[in-house]
């Protein structure tokens, strides 16, 4: 289910990150992934928004 995806996608993420930055407890490796998943969004939103503004730009989609 999605929230069952959600929650393995960032126990997933803390896990790779305890791994990358051994000196970081669960809290503080869980902080960096929530950080970390986050600025993915922000960017992942912030492309999106480009690509819907050249799209409006250049007339696509729209209906004919």
Known sequence: DYV?????????RIRETQVANPALNWE???VSAALS????LMKA?????QMRRRG????????S
């Open 4 to 12: 069952q995806r959600i929650a393995d996608l960032t126990d997933r």
């Open 56 to 63: 409006k730009q250049t007339g696509a989609g729209e209906k």
């Open 28 to 30: 503080e490796a869980a």
């Open 37 to 40: 998943l986050s600025d993915e």
């Open 45 to 49: 939103n912030r492309e999106l928004l």
